[in-house]
């Protein structure tokens, strides 16, 4: 039978998949600093408050919520995921994480206990980078890897980054019921420099705990409601731009033509050839792919594309991505093509705490659960935090491995179980706290 807390943080992402937490109409799309968002973290406050939390919000516009421990010196575990969406977002990537770590508060809470630490609950305000041009801000402030040259930005719509950072500060401070939520932030001294201060010192957090859909088919495959994360694969990105000769449709001789799209095309084949044929963890996607001037009759003159190459060993995704890299060279030669690539995303493997896994796994055990551990393809704000503590992650199996779509789905029975496996971490993360301070 599915529990309360399972179901209610399922109930609780559904409610906020609708308007006015959503900056879309028809569908699910939560920006950073928009109004879906603020109207999303006054939403989620109350049900931290609901839960015995003292909730806060830092200079970098994150939500989060404390539960105080037994020793309110100690370290804190902080549980986290993200708020925001990619547009015609599914329900349940990023919020899910978010409501389990409330339901884990609130059934400590509802026994009236305490742990040897206190927990915090963060809801990250922007790990997709749907809107302003870079992915993790806020994750990123809060692990102290952020630098002030990253916040000098704008949106598609030329609002920049401090602009929306103000305009919400501006609402708040009309609020009249703003005891909940509140910010540090004021750019009227050090300007967006204040973004920064959200970095949290590494003694405050004595671990991050992230669940998170899995956003993958294994969990489904396997037959298992949940899994132990065994670390974040390292990415590679690049934009390629291809320039031939552009030309009229109708009148240059398919011999003359020095066309960078059926050049691009060949190369798209090749990342997908040369990935599949490494027999490997290793994935290489083109996500983006556009022709200039883009009209039906002109042979394009320019082509931009992306490739996104990961794998769970940053070695293994290096020479995929230097054999990818030559072979485009190669087909730009033969076709009398240029090409020009420029490296955009390079993060390294981030391989979560093997302690914690071990604890994870003994709460896998305990909630009477199979152990099975596999690696993240997708990008997480637990790799940032990485800098700042040791982490753990928990996949929660997702129907069909779907997400970014807004066919998302979890069974609240998966998440139940999820519910239960990270209040035995927690528990067991308590039990070692305490030996050691007896020792």
Known sequence: ????????????????????????????????????????????????????????????????????GSDPGAPALVIGSHLDSVRDGGRYDGP????????????????????????????????????????????????????????????????????????????????????????????NGEGIAEYLTAARDPGSIKAYLEAHIEQGPVLEADGLAVGTVTGIAAQLRYAVTVKGMAGHAGTTAMRLRRDPLAGAAAMVLAVEQIARGDNSDVVATVGVIEAMPGAPNVIPGAVHFTIDVRSGKE?????????????????????????????????PASPCDADLMDLMDEALIGAGQPVRRLVSGAGHDAMNMAALCPTAMLFIRCKGGVSHNPAEHVEPEDVEIALQVMLGFIERLGTRAGDRNAA
């Open 96 to 187: 899910l994480g978010i409501m389990l770590g409330i339901e884990c508060v609130a059934a400590l809470h509802a026994q009236g206990r305490r742990m040897p630490f206190a927990i915090e609950i963060y809801a990250f305000g922007d790990e997709e980078g749907s809107r302003f041009p870079a992915a993790m801000l806020t994750s990123r402030a809060v692990a102290g890897t952020l630098e002030v040259s990253a916040l000098d930005m704008a949106d598609a719509e030329g609002v920049t980054l401090e602009q929306a950072l103000s305009s919400v500060r501006v609402e708040r401070s009309r609020d009249t019921g703003a005891r909940r939520v509140s910010t540090s932030l004021d750019t």
């Open 1 to 68: 039978m599915t529990g309360l807390g399972g179901a209610r943080a399922v109930a609780r992402c559904d409610a906020l998949g609708v308007s006015p937490y959503s900056d879309m109409a028809d569908g699910l799309y939560r920006a950073y600093l928009t109004p879906a968002y603020t109207a999303a973290q006054e939403k989620i406050a109350g049900w931290m408050e609901a839960a015995g939390m003292a909730t806060y919000r830092d200079a970098a516009a994150n939500l989060a919520g404390r539960y105080e």
């Open 315 to 347: 070695e293994r995704r290096d020479c995929v991505a230097e054999a990818i890299l030559a072979r485009l060279s190669e087909i730009a030669e033969a076709r009398d093509l240029e090409i020009s690539v420029e490296r955009v995303h390079d993060l």
